[in-house]
């Protein structure tokens, strides 16, 4: 049995330490913005502007995105705007009717329809760090 000295032990013991406050760390992270204009319902856009149907899968690319099913419902809460919308921001309904998955993401406005006008996406909005922010 090979013994270490306290000071091996203390040095291993940093260095576990330093690993794994590194890798905690990554789980956020900033992302570039897609965006730096929006629109929305509101000024917070905390109401949904439309309702829209997913017409294929979508696998997102990184944690910006949220994953999407073909068929299933999509709240849009903000159209991004300098790319000419070619991103929205919004929630999937999950398998009970009504209820959505607490997360909102972006995904391409190409893999969606709208299926009902909700709100007026009138309110010109700034994106933020934290519209592009990874958790």
């Given at each position: 049995?090979?013994?270490?000295?306290?000071?091996?032990?203390?040095?291993?013991?940093?260095?576990?330490?330093?690993?794994?406050?590194?890798?905690?760390?990554?789980a956020?992270?900033?992302?570039?913005?897609?965006?730096n204009?929006?629109?929305?319902?509101?000024?917070?856009c905390?109401?949904?502007?439309?309702i829209?149907?997913?017409?294929?899968?979508?696998?997102?690319?990184?944690?910006?995105?949220?994953?999407?099913?073909?068929?299933?419902?999509?709240?849009?809460?903000?159209?991004?705007?300098?790319?000419g919308?070619?991103?929205?921001?919004?929630?999937?309904?999950?398998?009970?009717?009504?209820?959505?998955?607490?997360?909102?993401?972006?995904?391409?406005?190409?893999?969606?329809?709208?299926?009902?006008?909700?709100?007026?996406a009138?309110?010109?909005v700034?994106?933020?760090?934290?519209?592009?922010?990874?958790?």
């Open positions: 049995v090979q013994k270490h000295s306290s000071s091996e032990t203390n040095l291993l013991f940093l260095a576990l330490s330093v690993m794994l406050f590194l890798t905690a760390c990554e956020g992270k900033q992302m570039p913005k897609l965006s204009k929006k629109l929305c319902a509101d000024s917070e905390s109401h949904p502007i439309l829209a149907r997913a017409l294929q899968d979508y696998y997102p690319g990184d944690c910006r995105f949220i994953p999407i099913r073909q068929g299933q419902l999509v709240y849009v809460y903000a159209m991004l705007k300098d790319r919308n070619l991103f929205w921001a919004g929630s999937v309904q999950n398998t009970y009717y009504g209820e959505q998955e607490a997360r909102i993401g972006h995904f391409p406005s190409s893999v969606v329809e709208e299926t009902h006008a909700l709100m007026p009138t309110t010109e700034k994106t933020t760090n934290w519209d592009f922010y990874c958790y």
